[in-house]
């Protein structure tokens, strides 16, 4: 598992040339969801001039969606999902819904309208990075102990859950291409006199910064 969405769900809205765009974004596992989704904001936006969407889903984004909703064919949908597709994002549904403000925007401005507000949405929102790590049990000595978070700064990693009895345990969790790597790290680190197990794992969700659009 490792894939890009959504920190969570959210909204943000922007006023073009007296027009609102509302964009809505959320979470979703099925096409079921996602057009559930796109229903329900028509329905709470029913006397919107559009509601375009765009949904991307599954680990290999393999299922693609988007609708221009009466909007000139290409000027809506498509830039919205290509937006979602140059942050690498899936598992999201993206709503943008339109009260026209009386100005007419032409092709271009309403391809850059759509895609910014995608583009606002998700920086107001923010990305997360999913994936599944491996959970190492590490047991030291007090002594060991007061030199681990040099280690860990060194690796990059945090510790969770240390429990302090007549040896610290500490858990730490790491990508599973990295696993020998880090025990190599820490049987280095600690002239082999350490002992680590593994932990099970776990489903983390890492923020990340986006990428550079060119709508904005």
Partial sequence: MNYKTIFQDG?????????RFICQLRRIETEEEGREFIAQIKKEHYKASHSCS?????EDSSIKRSSDDGEPSGTAGVPMLTVLEKQGLTNVVAVV???FGGTKLGAGGLIRAYAGSVSHALKEIGIVEVKEQTGLKVTLTYPQYQTFANFLSQENLLEQEPLFLEEVTSTIY?????VE???ASLTEFYQ????VEEAGS???ELPLTLE?????
């Fill in 54 to 58: 765009a949904m991307i889903i599954g």
């Fill in 202 to 204: 776990q489903i983390v």
């Fill in 181 to 183: 790597g880090t025990l």
């Fill in 192 to 195: 082999g006199k350490v002992r």
């Fill in 174 to 178: 790491v990508d599973p291409e990295k």
């Fill in 97 to 99: 819904t339109r009260y």
């Fill in 212 to 216: 550079t659009s060119e709508e904005n």
């Fill in 11 to 19: 909204i943000a809205e922007e006023e073009i040339k007296k027009s």
